[in-house]
């Protein structure tokens, strides 16, 4: 089995727990930084946290953009986390309106304030995940992983979206499999033993 | 769906687990990456490593500690003793901490807790507010382990902090804290119901009725325990007493200590849903 794998290092976020928990999981991680680099990875993790425009901004700059699209439509798998998954939709709403890669049909948009419901949502919530869904392979239907953003994803293409939780009183969709197109709303890093068997199934993803 | 968290805190001295009252008067527990893969191991949801001399000395000790914790423990690590600027913050981020916490330099320069939210994130920056009821009745802001006196009222304090952009506050209760006597929980919910950002509780669990009387009673969001765990951790975590500094008279002894009922994190979760209050 090919191990390798590259993790987009743009400057944005703790790229330290994602290599760790790779590695744990059979991974042989390396954090790439070039156009170049994305474009000759087998497998990639395109990682994130902060602001989506901060984000979009340096992926463009470093013609990166360009390069995971080219990435994307090769065939080969990519897996975005977080902001790393909001940065695969077509736009954002955060401070302003923000273009993404596009790569999925959907808008990344602010929770809405309801009583009770603190922002950014920082806690352990549960995933109603498809048992069918390869990346969510062996994660019972209801289990907990560990959440933290303020922004969450109104997906346009129902047939993706391979777990659901709720916040704010309402439903949100917080993983995605669009063929080699895959992304997580939690942090699979961050949530013990199940995020690293998410991990794991990405590991295994396509062979 | 709202789930409370529970938070292993680590009070961290020269390398060393150690465990105070009122944040004062240390004892030697052992080592904290043991303890730290305990409370992983039984399901603890976040870590807090608390440097607590660093401030007095300006150092920061702890990046080596944070480098080990990071490569086998998969849950959030936030990190806190003596950070004063950019610099500090990169460095335990690019070791594996996840967020950091800050309390004396944000209370000195209240603007540092905006640059960092810019820089890193509001939710990498989490602010402590170490907190003393006042003659008054009002409770104020203590700094450095709580032994320098701010004259800050804490409630205007905490709405100023989460104004600045910070992500989170740790409030200490340290008229409890060590002594297992339960929360301040006015305290807690005055400061939790004061701002949107979540509120950890921190100070004074002494048994698991604590916790559950802080969720029932407040809009705390997750509770910081040190005391509780340690107690019961150390008689299974193996420490054989080598290579640590400071006062260990205690541990040889493995006495238990007073208004203290030593609890695992399995067995506080399970009180916690028998009480209805959703836990992972």
Redesign the interface.
């Known amino acids: 089995m090919n191990s390798n794998l590259s993790i987009l290092d743009y400057n944005l976020g703790n790229i330290h727990s994602i290599t760790n928990a790779a590695k744990t999981v059979g991974f042989t991680p390396k954090v790439v930084k070039t156009a170049d680099e994305v474009l000759s990875s087998d497998k990639l993790i395109l990682p994130g946290v902060g602001g989506f425009k901060d984000a979009m901004n340096k992926l463009n700059e470093d013609g990166l953009s360009q390069s995971l699209k080219e990435y994307v439509s090769s065939g080969k798998p990519i897996l975005g986390i977080c902001l790393g998954m909001q940065l695969l939709f077509e736009e954002s709403e955060e401070h302003g309106n923000h273009t993404g890669l596009g790569l999925v049909k959907g808008k990344v948009k602010h929770f809405p304030s309801v009583d009770g419901y603190k922002i950014p949502q920082i806690q352990w919530n549960q995933v109603k995940a498809n048992p069918q869904a390869k990346l969510l392979a062996g994660i019972s239907e209801i289990e907990h992983f560990y959440f933290l953003h303020s922004y969450y994803i109104d997906c346009e293409e129902p047939n993706g979206i391979v777990s659901t939780s709720r916040y704010c009183g309402m439903e949100y969709c917080s993983a995605v499999e669009f063929g080699n197109v895959l992304g997580t709303q939690f942090h699979p890093e961050k949530s013990g033993d199940k995020g690293l068997k998410v991990l794991e199934n990405f590991y295994k993803f396509g062979e | 769906?709202?789930?409370?968290?529970i938070i292993a805190r680590l009070d961290v001295k020269n390398e060393t687990l150690v465990k105070g009252v009122h944040l004062e008067g240390l004892r030697v527990l052992g080592f904290p990456s043991a303890f730290a893969e305990h409370y992983?191991s039984e399901?603890v949801?976040e870590l807090l490593y608390m440097d607590v001399v660093a401030s007095l000395y300006g150092r920061n000790g702890l990046i080596d500690l944070v480098k080990r914790t990071?490569?086998?423990i998969?849950?959030?690590l936030t990190v806190g003793g003596g950070i004063r600027n950019e610099a500090d913050v990169t460095a335990l981020?690019?070791?594996?901490?996840?967020k950091v916490c800050i309390n004396t330099a944000a209370v000195k320069d209240p603007s540092l807790i905006k640059r960092l939210s810019d820089k890193?994130?509001?939710?990498?920056i989490v602010v402590a507010i170490e907190c003393i009821k006042d003659t008054d009745q009002s409770y104020k802001v203590y700094i450095d382990n709580a032994r320098e006196y701010t004259g800050l009222e804490a409630i205007s304090w905490a709405k100023q902090v989460a104004e600045l952009g910070a992500?989170?506050i740790v409030v200490t209760c340290v008229d409890p804290e060590g002594t297992g006597k339960g929360l301040d929980n006015e305290l807690v919910d005055k400061i939790a119901s004061a701002v949107?950002?979540?509120v950890i509780a921190h100070g004074g669990v002494g048994k698991p009725e604590h916790v559950a009387d802080l969720f029932e009673q407040t809009?705390a969001?997750a509770c910081a325990i040190a005391s509780m765990f340690h107690y019961d951790a150390i008689h299974k975590v193996e420490f054989d007493g080598e290579g640590v500094h400071g006062n260990t008279n205690f541990l040889n002894s493995k006495a238990t200590k007073k208004n203290l009922t030593p609890c695992s994190i399995p067995e506080l979760k399970q009180h916690l849903h028998r009480k209805n209050i959703i836990v992972?």
């Open positions: 769906m709202k789930t409370k968290r992983y399901g949801d990071a490569k086998n998969f849950i959030p981020l690019n070791s594996g901490a996840d890193f994130g509001a939710s990498t992500g989170e949107s950002i979540p809009c969001d992972r």
